[in-house]
């Protein structure tokens, strides 16, 4: 009578195994929404930066070297934080598909005490090890905003290329 008891626990217990892996997903993808926010709302203030110099310009009023060299710098900036604005939105797609295939291995797992088949039996570890390899590619392209993101800080810091 304990039998069907220790195997619901022990399926449970199995159902909820990739749940560490969306749990831990799930804090690489908050931290990168919470980059992906800022480096937004940097490019909206830089854009509106570079409005008002254009403005000037367009008008023929008299703009000194520095307003040049910084509407200069803010285009060089604007091209490297989109750049950082795609890897980041990259970083962010692959690492939810990998939270979505956590679940769906999950749903496998389950499915699997019910209805058994070899292909059902490999199912699940076939789909867990995909959505790995989707948080690595999330990882690396994070890795690579990083990079980027020291580089615009280089080019706010000296103002030039």
């Known amino acids: 009578m304990n039998e069907p008891i220790i195997s619901g626990i022990e399926?449970?217990?199995?159902?909820?195994?990739?749940?560490l892996g969306i749990s831990a997903t799930a804090l690489l993808l908050l931290?990168?929404?919470?980059?992906?926010?800022i480096t937004i709302n940097r490019i909206r203030l830089l854009n509106e930066e570079r409005?008002?110099?254009?403005?000037?310009i367009s008008r023929n009023?008299?703009?000194?070297?520095?307003e040049q060299f910084r509407y200069s710098s803010i285009s060089s900036q604007l091209k490297m934080l989109t750049l950082?604005?795609?890897?980041?939105?990259?970083?962010?797609?692959?690492?939810?598909?990998s939270i979505l295939?956590?679940?769906l291995t999950s749903i496998l797992i389950g499915v699997n005490i019910f209805?058994?088949?070899?292909?059902?039996?490999?199912?699940?570890?076939?789909?867990?090890?995909?959505?790995m390899?989707?948080?690595l590619i999330g990882i690396i392209y994070s890795a690579k905003d990083v990079i980027n993101s020291y580089k615009v800080t280089q080019v706010e810091v000296k103002g030039e290329i």
Do not use: D, W
């Open 51 to 56: 409005r008002r110099y254009h403005i000037k």
């Open 31 to 37: 931290n990168m929404h919470n980059r992906f926010s």
């Open 133 to 135: 390899i989707l948080v």
């Open 11 to 19: 399926a449970i217990q199995a159902i909820l195994a990739p749940a």
């Open 84 to 97: 950082r604005c795609k890897e980041i939105r990259n970083a962010i797609l692959y690492t939810m598909g």
């Open 101 to 103: 295939l956590f679940v």
């Open 61 to 66: 009023e008299e703009t000194g070297a520095y």
């Open 115 to 131: 209805f058994s088949s070899n292909v059902l039996k490999m199912a699940p570890l076939v789909i867990f090890s995909a959505g």
